[in-house]
C-alpha cells in the first residue's frame, strides 16, 4: 500500500489518519509468489471537522436570549448545520431566540453537523438574571406635609438602585422617601427598581401610582 501523503504499510489491510482534509490517492500493488504484478488505485475524501462555536449576552428573565453560531470549517463547499440543545429543548439554526423559564444558570450545547456528517460540539453556560418587582405604597396627606412613599419592591438585592420620577423628573434616588407638596389635587409618581449586571445587562421594572394631596 502506498499513499500519497508518504504512508507505506504492507500488510493486508490497514487503518491510516491522513493529515488533514482533501483527496488523497491511495494504490495497492499485489505480487503473486510467481511474481505476477496488479495494482489497483483509488481517491480518499477526507472532509474537515467543523469547529463548533456561538455568542451571546446573560439576559434579564422574561428577554429572550439571541443565539449566534459562529462556526467554522476549513472545508471550501461544505454546509454547516448547527443543533442546539437548551433546557432539555432542541433548535436548529444558524441563530435562535430562546426564552428561559425563570432565573439560573442554564448549560446551551450546540451541535455543529457538516453535509459530510463530520461533527463537532461545544458547551457554554449562560446567566439568566431576576428582575426586580417595582412596589410601593402611599400616605397621603394634605398640602405642605410630607408624603410618605413606602417601597415594597420585591427581589431586591445588594445592587438594587432607585428612581422617583415626578413631572418627568428624578427626585429622589433613595429606597423610602417623604415630599411635601405645595398644591391640592391629583398627582401621579413613578418608581423605577433597577439592577445593573454590568457588560450592558440592566434588569428593571417600573410602576406608576397616582395619589390625592388634600387641602388643608
Known amino acids: 500500500w502506498t499513499a500519497s501523503d508518504g504512508f507505506t504499510t504492507d500488510s493486508i489491510g490497514f487503518s491510516h489518519q491522513f493529515p488533514g482534509p482533501g483527496q488523497y490517492t491511495v494504490m495497492l500493488v499485489a505480487e503473486s509468489d510467481a511474481g505476477c504484478v496488479d495494482t489497483f488505485t483509488n481517491v480518499v475524501n477526507v472532509y474537515d471537522i467543523p469547529n463548533a462555536s456561538f455568542g451571546f449576552a446573560d439576559v434579564c428573565i422574561g428577554a429572550s436570549a439571541l443565539l449566534n453560531a459562529t462556526s467554522t470549517t476549513l472545508g471550501l463547499n461544505d454546509t454547516l448545520t ?42 457554554l453556560s449562560i446567566i439568566v438574571n431576576n428582575n426586580p418587582t417595582a412596589n410601593f ?23 438594587t438602585s432607585f428612581n422617583w420620577i415626578y413631572n418627568n423628573s428624578v427626585i429622589n434616588n433613595n429606597a423610602n422617601f417623604n415630599y411635601v407638596f405645595n398644591n391640592a389635587g391629583t398627582n401621579s409618581i413613578t418608581l423605577i427598581a433597577e439592577d445593573d449586571f454590568g457588560n450592558g445587562v ?15
Request: glycine share 2%; hydrophobic share 30%; proline share 2%.
Open 137 to 159: 405604597s402611599i400616605t397621603e396627606q394634605c398640602i405642605n406635609d410630607s408624603v410618605v412613599f413606602t417601597n415594597t419592591t420585591q427581589n431586591v438585592s445588594a445592587i
Open 82 to 123: 448547527n443543533t442546539w440543545y437548551v433546557n432539555n429543548d432542541t433548535l436548529v439554526g444558524n441563530s435562535v431566540n430562546y426564552n428561559f423559564p425563570s432565573p439560573g444558570s442554564y448549560s446551551i450545547l450546540l451541535q455543529t453537523e457538516s453535509n459530510h456528517n463530520c461533527v463537532d460540539t461545544t458547551s
Open 202 to 216: 440592566i434588569c428593571d421594572d417600573t410602576l406608576t401610582l397616582t395619589f390625592f394631596v388634600h387641602d388643608n
